[in-house]
């Protein structure tokens, strides 16, 4: 089978000629490729989609195809009329589905659009192999390739190549309102991916295909890269997520994080949300949600560290070993009594420097400074301020611990916000300044 | 162990939360708002302007047709942006290919090029009523344009320059105080007048392009996605266009009544230079109008020529997949960048340089707009009718027949201005 390297720009409109006995005749023009979605980091073509020149619409399977050449393609026999059930479900047709469409560049790390997709012969097959995302991709679809090329070679002396993607670093989106599914393509090659860098990319796309892109990742890496989002960003793909996996997410998030995310969610979803996640988490984020977000109760979290006052530090060792992986701030030991009353508070260098069998009531001060539940953001975020802490801990009416208010939450209070949004680029990061970019 | 000492902080008083109900309406709320306020860019005012003077109340009955069509176009890409997510730019790009992509953008870049010289042209002329040369206000408007579009958050800016546009509601005090001949004006709004002048012509077209600019449509659409407008909000944007189309056409016709009355009746039948425009503003006094008038037409001209040429740059690059955005540095998007800086500087140089009487620019920018109308109607019409794309949003009968109507009747009058010129019909 002669099959040559091709843009499908170029494959579009090529003659199709039926070559049998000897002679071959034009029985139409190609309008579309299909390839087999799903599994390979290549797919190859399935068949061809052809205007007949009697008007109708057919296809061709690639086993009836004799040759793919410059000038034309060639089957072995005459083409049936396109319809729905002789082709694959999971097909994917090249200039309709991925053509001028919006594609997350993995290596890149970005998101960019489909100029024109480059197939390639393999043995007995012609396969899909790269996608065009430069200038060059431009010309040739205009069909001014070679001026194209000779003017962008003079004008950047001959920097400016053909930026073609290799497809297997490559993740198409689904984004069709009526047929969300169609697009079948695996999502592995996203997990390749910094969950921050993923989540730069899911700022930059459009709302329909943010939350499609974040049900293809697995659980984990879309918690992760959750989590990395803006607030806005967050709220908008959690009101658009299954509710399963909405839970799941909310669960791998910090309780106040998702306390404040699901605190700005309507009731039903929310009450959805919190009786699908597991009942520990649940109950901490229900917890959290009964405060007033502009109060201690609504600032904290309720993941700390804390010790009986029995203890000697070897064993306090052992028990913070268990709990440390789930702790928002393990600097801090809090020192409560059995009703959970604070009897004091140690540092983690206190328990390092003192001997393993010293009784940690011996090292913790009891002079502890806290906060109560309903006391303003402002007054906890200046005490925590004003005493140097990295947390504060939060006692309700009966004396009793129910939390710690942690440092980065009081900045975040402490500094204006109007001040940070007026200058959004100036002493930003640069992957900050192009999230803020890419929103506007 | 003693018990602990506590620090014991006041409780403070909740705040309620029926208030957040309010933001979250008022946060849906806004893209019809702003644009409407950008629709009374320098263009505008001049158009409607000039339309008062020349043909006085004549008119005032096309305020109510075009009114109806830039509500339908401007709720269709609100439509669009709300269901698909995707601004129209993109869409564009994905439905028709690179090549009608292309000249479509091209379209859009020729008007907003026009439109740029519009806007420096009103800095302009508002400075001359402080007596102000050009050539240092121009260049001064420049820096502010750039500064404000590169460097500030744009939702600072945007607070900023709608708060001054309620300037505009001196025009219809003004319309009111000024005393017209309320049946001519009543007669005028409901019964068509039209005369196959190569002036009226321009007109007509003028305030078909000035009202249902182009580019507005494009930012519309990017703004519903930016919010992150929701299916089910989309009434909520439906009701922020129509408000917004009505406010804005409301002050057009009152600019138009006001001129109609003041410079028309004086038969001052065209302008020529911002204190004549200024006349309409005359209840307020001489003086005060002067400055009421500068105001508001400075305030337009610096919203609109922050918002225009970036607006426009980021459309064309991101349609055609170019790297866009401020936070990037010039070599990572060039494109971007010289896109902004050329449309700054053709629109900024030609006013400086080319000897056009400032009114006429605004005018003709309008014109050029009005022609190149029916390009992005009809691209806007494909879009939201096609049923893959749109699901059950797409459109219904009425909203389709005012669209195409208004796609028409533009080449139409496009078509007869045409005739007009070559033979010779003044």
Not at chain 2, 20 to 37: D, E, K, Q, W, Y
Not at chain 2, 118 to 137: D, P
Request: hydrophobic share 50%; aromatic share 8%.
């Amino acid at each position: 089978m002669e099959l040559v390297e091709t843009f499908v720009s170029q494959l579009v409109g090529r003659p199709v000629v039926l070559a049998s006995n000897g002679t071959s005749e034009q029985i139409g023009k190609v309008v579309d490729v299909a390839i087999a979605g799903t599994a390979e980091s290549f797919p190859p073509v399935t068949g061809f989609y052809l205007k007949h020149r009697d008007g109708s619409l057919r296809y061709a399977p690639f086993s009836s195809v004799r040759a793919v050449t410059e000038r034309e393609v060639s089957l072995a026999s005459e083409p049936a009329p396109a319809t729905s059930t002789a082709e694959p479900a999971d097909q994917l047709l090249l200039a309709k589905d991925l053509q001028d469409k919006q594609i997350v560049d993995v290596d890149g790390r970005k998101v960019v659009r489909v100029n024109d997709l480059k197939l390639a012969p393999a043995g007995d097959s012609l396969r899909l192999i790269a996608c065009d995302v430069g200038v060059s991709g431009i010309f040739r679809r205009l069909g001014l390739k070679h001026w194209g090329k000779s003017l962008l070679e003079r004008a950047s002396r001959g920097k400016m190549g053909d930026a073609l993607i290799s497809w297997d670093a490559v993740q198409p989106l689904a984004h069709d309102v009526s047929e969300p599914i169609r697009l079948r393509v695996p999502q592995d090659r996203m997990e390749r991916m910094h969950p921050s860098d993923l989540a730069a990319i899911i700022e930059e796309l459009n709302a329909a295909d943010q939350a499609s892109l974040v049900e293809g990742l697995g659980d984990k890496l879309a918690a992760e890269a959750f989590e990395q989002l803006e607030p806005e960003t967050q709220l908008s793909i959690l009101e658009d997520l299954k509710p399963e996996l909405a839970a799941d997410v909310i669960e791998q998030m910090d309780p106040d994080d998702a306390a404040d995310l699901l605190a700005e969610v309507d009731a039903q979803t929310q009450a959805d949300i919190l009786s699908r996640m597991e009942p520990e988490e649940a109950k901490d984020v229900r917890e959290l949600l009964r405060h007033d977000e502009a109060t201690a109760g609504g600032l904290m979290t309720t993941e700390y560290l804390s010790l009986p006052p029995g203890l000697r530090v070897s064993d306090a060792f052992e028990h913070i070993r268990k709990s440390a992986e789930e702790a928002e701030l393990v600097y801090y030991i809090y020192v409560l009594d059995a009703e959970g009353c604070i009897l004091g508070v140690l540092s983690l260098r206190d328990m390092i420097r003192a001997a393993p069998d010293t009784p940690i009531k011996d090292i913790a001060t009891d002079d502890v400074v806290t906060v109560s539940l309903d006391a303003s953001r402002e007054e906890v975020a200046s005490m925590i301020a004003r005493y140097d802490f990295l947390a504060v801990p939060v006692i309700d009416e009966d004396g009793r611990m129910r939390g710690i208010v942690t440092v980065d939450d009081a900045i975040d209070v402490l500094m204006p916000e109007k001040v940070r949004k007026l200058f959004p680029y100036v002493g930003r990061s640069r992957a900050l300044r192009d999230r803020a970019a890419a929103k506007n | 162990m003693e018990s602990a000492e506590t620090v014991k902080i006041q409780p403070t008083v909740k705040r309620p939360r029926a208030w957040r109900s309010i933001v979250l309406f008022l946060s849906i709320v806004g893209p019809g708002f702003i644009t409407a306020n950008l629709d009374n860019d320098a263009g505008g005012i001049g158009t409607y302007s000039q339309a008062g003077a020349q043909f006085g109340y004549g008119f005032l009955w096309l305020l109510i047709p075009v009114t109806v069509a830039l509500i339908v176009v401007q709720e269709i890409c609100v439509r669009l942006g709300v269901v698909t997510g995707k601004g129209l730019g993109d869409l564009i790009r994905e439905k028709f290919g690179v090549r009608i992509t292309l000249f479509v953008m091209s379209a859009l870049v020729l008007t907003n090029l026009f439109t740029t010289v519009a806007e420096f042209g009103g800095v302009a002329a508002s400075a001359e009523i402080f007596h102000i040369g050009r050539f240092v206000a121009v260049p001064v408007a420049v820096v502010v344009v750039a500064l404000l579009a590169l460097v500030f958050d744009y939702k600072w800016v945007e607070k900023i320059f709608i708060s001054a546009s309620f300037i505009y509601l001196t025009y219809i005090v003004s319309g009111i105080l000024v005393h017209p001949d309320w049946h001519r004006v009543a007669l005028a709004t409901f019964v068509p007048t039209f005369s196959p002048t190569k002036a009226y012509l321009l007109m007509f077209l003028a305030v078909v392009g000035t009202t249902i600019t182009p580019w507005m449509q494009f930012y519309i659409q990017s703004s519903v996605v930016e919010k992150g407008v929701k299916p089910k909000e989309l009434v909520y944007s439906q009701v922020d266009v129509v408000s917004g189309c009505l406010m804005t056409d409301i002050v057009a016709y009152f600019i138009i009544v006001a001129c109609g009355a003041t410079l028309y009746l004086h038969h001052i039948y065209a302008i020529t230079d911002a204190s004549q425009a200024a006349l309409a503003l005359a209840p307020f006094g001489p003086r005060l109008a002067e400055i009421l008038f500068a105001v508001g037409l400075l305030n337009a001209s610096l919203f609109a020529g922050s918002v225009l040429p970036l607006s426009t740059a980021y459309t064309v690059c991101e349609a055609l997949g170019f790297e866009s955005g401020v936070g990037r540095k010039f070599r990572e998007a060039p494109v971007f960048y010289s896109l902004y800086v050329a449309l700054i500087v053709l629109g900024a140089g030609a006013v400086l340089f080319l000897h056009v009487p400032i009114f006429v620019v605004l005018v003709y920018s309008q014109v050029v707009s009005g022609i190149l109308l029916p390009v992005i109607v009809v691209a806007m019409l494909f879009l939201v009718n096609d049923a893959d794309l749109m699901g059950k949003y797409v459109n219904g009968k009425a909203w389709n027949a005012i669209a195409w109507l208004t796609a028409v009747v533009t080449i139409a009058a496009t078509a007869a201005l045409l005739v007009a010129s070559l033979f010779g019909f003044s």
